[in-house]
């Protein structure tokens, strides 16, 4: 089993930076993939930023150019750091993990942002 648990979320206003942080625990050295996904109110859930072990990344379009995702394996944790935040950014953030992109079989329980002013 793997546990994972986010932090880091809050209110932020328009254009401003925000770092979230998700710590594995576990039996979390099987996990090849460990990144962030988000659900807006009324909306399903969607892709964020992912990574490899190795560094591979897959980013929504969305964020592309805005936030970065980092990864300390070391650690067994992984990192977004948001910039230029949009009040269409707001949504519950959810660390996930697995062995693959199309296979992410460990959540969080999520962290809220909300970009507003």
């Known amino acids: 089993q793997v546990q994972l648990v986010e932090s880091g979320g809050g209110l932020v206003q328009p254009g401003g930076p925000l770092r979230l942080s998700c710590a594995g625990s576990g039996n979390i050295f099987s996990i090849n993939v460990m990144g962030w996904y988000r659900q807006a109110p009324g909306k399903q859930r969607e892709l964020v930023a992912l990574?490899?072990?190795?560094?591979?990344?897959n980013y929504a379009d969305s964020v592309k150019g805005r936030f970065t995702i980092s990864r300390d394996n070391a650690k067994n944790t992984v990192y977004l750091q948001m910039n230029s935040l949009k009040p269409e950014d707001t949504a519950v953030y959810y660390c996930?993990?697995?062995?693959?992109?199309?296979?992410?079989?460990?959540w969080g329980q999520g962290t809220q942002v909300t970009v507003s002013s």
């Open positions: 990574k490899t072990r190795g560094g591979t990344t």
């Open positions: 996930n993990a697995g062995p693959s992109f199309g296979y992410l079989e460990y």
